[in-house]
């Protein structure tokens, strides 16, 4: 069976940084795409980050480009997602998800979720 186990998330201040973690079992990393995505409340998730190890190619959305930063470890098939400078605004469950096909930050790409992580900035 597929897992994405992340971890990683708790209470910052505004401005700090945490980094959140994504082991992956079932799959590997070479074969996937994975992504980071969130979901504060009363609002829809969104796609925050991934990282394509078929490609090279990492995408990051508008809000977290310049304070976040994801890279993998194929040895550990773990993904990582590091964030800096951060606000209020990126309080939000996060969660790690798997594609193989479509754009690799869009919802409907995604063929495996992991359970998420609750990110919480105080202001």
């Known amino acids: 069976d597929v897992q994405l186990q992340a971890s990683g998330g708790g209470l910052v201040q505004a401005g700090g940084s945490l980094r959140l973690s994504c082991a992956a079992s079932?799959?590997?990393?070479?074969?996937?795409?994975i992504g980071w995505f969130r979901q504060a409340p009363g609002k829809e998730r969104e796609g925050v980050s991934s990282i394509d190890n078929r490609d090279g190619k990492t995408l990051y959305a508008d809000s977290v480009k310049g304070r976040f930063t994801i890279s993998s470890d194929n040895a550990k098939n773990t993904v990582f997602l590091q964030m800096s400078s951060l606000t209020f605004g990126d309080t939000a469950v996060y969660y790690c998800?798997?594609?193989?096909?479509?754009?690799?930050?869009?919802?409907?790409?995604?063929?495996?979720w992991g359970q998420g992580t609750l990110v919480t900035v105080s202001s």
């Open positions: 998800a798997a594609s193989r096909f479509g754009h690799p930050l869009s919802l409907a790409s995604v063929a495996h």
């Open positions: 079932g799959l590997s990393l070479r074969d996937y795409a």
